[in-house]
């Protein structure tokens, strides 16, 4: 079965608390990305307790440099944590090395291919030649050699990932927006139904559920979706 990751998407402590209060029921992980974690650092990470939390930090810099930062967070024993695949393999295998350090309790590895907010037209702007897809497979194939455990992407290109990869692959995808919710900047998207359908391990649902009136509500509405 799918499971649901609550993005807590804010700077306030108290308010990441609370919306983790309030969805715990239907959510497995809760997702820390930059916002959080740069207004509050590592003393914001345990003042969730024992909370499951997934560091969505997307590392991406040289492999000396990212191994470090993996072995900086390890204390925190998030469940997951990404990086850049499009930093290399040589990147991806640092970290997977820092990562081990922690034993078996390390956090998954999870290689962002392609941002849900990219489409073709913006990925040539950077100069990467076709599709969004081609593009997620190729850096899927590097990363999971490299040593990664799973991947996050969209789930357009779940079913594709599931073809040509192995299992053991956990594919995280954001860019989730239940029917009717504005796509804002996401381009790539899915309802929560159509991403379980597709083959998804996890969704990352944040703004349909934080800035939902009833966030209890928003969360239990989308878990059951997954079912």
Known sequence: MTGLIAALDTTDVARAAAWADQVAPHCGLFKLGLEYFLANG???????????????????????????????????????????????????????????????DRPLLLAVTVLTSLDAAALAATGVAGSPREQVLRLARLAMDAGADGLVCSAHEVPALRAVLDGTAVLVVPGIRPAGFPDGDQVRTMTPRQAAAAGADWIVVGRPITAAPDPAAAAAAIAAELM
């Open 42 to 104: 590592a003393d914001g990470v345990r003042a969730l307790g024992a909370r499951p939390v997934f560091l969505d930090l997307k590392l991406h810099d040289i492999p000396n440099t990212v191994a470090g930062a993996v072995r900086a967070v390890l204390g925190l024993q998030p469940r997951m944590l990404t990086l850049h695949a499009s930093g290399g393999a040589a990147m991806v295998a640092a970290a997977r090395r820092a990562a081990e350090q922690a034993g078996p």
